[in-house]
């Protein structure tokens, strides 16, 4: 009789770490290997003011929009639906477009490529970019299977590699120098920087995908739409926890690090710090983990992108085949244009739709209370103030 009781719970468990250990890797891409280091090097002994910053935007508010998500049943449709057709459309395509071929998906590129650059200056970035979309599109083509691929293949892996330089580095790492920034600015700098990691952005569509994983899941063992809340909340805290440990952890690093990354590019800081802590030999094997967390986040990204213009903006016209081949070919052009380029055109744009979309966050799981569209109003409201704010400061 108990074994007739355990071995559910014991799949439901192993989906559920599946799910979690999912998200974590879709979240855990270009940005979030770089932009905690950076706040390290610039926040030195005044780190742990800065962590915090960077864990409420980097990882409470996405957290909010993982929640609400979930609770609009995956369904990115009812998510941004109190904004019209119209408005609903033309954010998704905004969000997209930054999140896929016109911003994150190249910047992944560039990050992953730091790595084989160290170690082979002389390969080709073009090439190399090529390559990268080849297996991005290898993932995408089995679409049915990526989370369980992700969750279940490609996580461990980078999960290993990343622990494995946090622990080597706090160990060999010098204690941190004494900052110019005060406790203050310190925390300020923590959560502007956690506007570019874009995992608010990324949260509204990561949740989707793993929603829909989940929910096949529960529809085939006959469970109740209570069970695949709560395991959508489950992966959710999952997902969120160890994306904070690692931010805590590359922070710290960072900190300790900074006199050694001073003419580093930011893209190349965590291969340069494992070959500090742990030796010459220790840089492929951070660039593999680099090149995981790029490729696995690239993936699922340019496959969201690709779904949105065959299924939104051509109303499957065209075949699916030619959304992701034109996904991936911009993601190409995009690449060649440099991290640092990148970056600073996403900023500017982040900085005025993030705090929009973090009332939009909000206002969506009180209205689900309330019954009333809080939606409309607190997003083009703030997005109207940040920009503006934005053109006069």
């Not at 993982?66 to 109190?82: D, E, K, M, T």
Request: proline fraction near 4%; hydrophobic fraction near 55%.
């Amino acid at each position: 009789m108990g074994s007739v009781s355990i071995k559910p719970m014991t799949r439901d468990i192993k989906v559920l770490l599946t799910a979690g250990f999912a998200m974590f890797s879709m979240f855990f891409g270009s940005g979030n290997l770089v932009f905690p280091l950076l706040i390290g090097t610039q926040s030195l002994d005044a780190y742990p003011w800065a962590i915090v910053g960077l864990l409420v935007t980097a990882v409470l508010v996405p957290f909010l929009g993982l929640i609400g998500v979930v609770l609009y049943q995956g369904s990115r449709h009812a998510y941004f639906g109190g904004l019209g057709d119209r408005g609903a459309f033309f954010l998704t395509a905004i969000i997209l477009s930054l999140l896929g071929p016109f911003g994150v998906v190249p910047r992944c590129i560039t990050v992953a490529y730091g790595g084989v650059e160290l170690m082979a200056p002389e390969f080709p970035v073009w090439l190399f970019s090529m390559l990268f979309c080849l297996l991005m599109a290898a993932l995408i083509w089995v679409r049915h299977k990526i989370v369980t691929l992700i969750g279940r293949v490609l996580t461990p892996w980078l999960m290993l590699g990343v622990v494995l330089v946090i622990i080597a580095g706090l160990l060999e790492g010098e204690p941190a120098d004494v900052a110019t920034l005060s406790s203050l600015q310190a925390l300020s700098y923590g959560l502007l920087k956690g506007y570019h990691t874009m995992d608010l952005l990324a949260a509204f569509f990561f949740a989707t995908t793993t929603v829909y994983y989940l929910k096949a899941y529960v529809s085939a063992e006959g469970g109740s739409t209570r069970k695949l809340l709560g395991m959508s909340l489950g992966a959710s805290v999952i997902g969120a926890s160890l994306l904070a440990l690692v931010y805590v952890g590359f922070v710290s690093l960072g900190a300790r690090y900074a006199s050694s990354l001073q003419e580093v590019p930011p893209n190349d800081y965590l291969v340069v710090i494992a070959g500090q802590a742990m030796g010459d030999l220790a840089i492929p094997v951070v660039a593999v983990t680099i090149g995981l967390a790029c490729l696995t986040t690239g993936a699922i990204l340019s496959a969201l992108f690709a779904d949105f213009v065959y299924q939104d903006v051509s109303l499957r016209r065209i075949r699916r085949t030619w959304a992701i081949l034109a996904t991936l070919g911009i993601s190409f052009v995009f690449s060649l244009v440099g991290f640092t380029t990148i970056s600073v055109w996403l900023g500017a744009i982040l900085e005025v739709m993030y705090p929009a979309l973090i009332a939009l966050a909000l206002a969506n799981i009180v209205q689900l209370r309330v019954q009333r569209n809080l939606g409309k109003p607190a997003f083009w409201g703030v997005f109207a103030v940040s920009l503006i704010a934005k053109l006069v400061l």
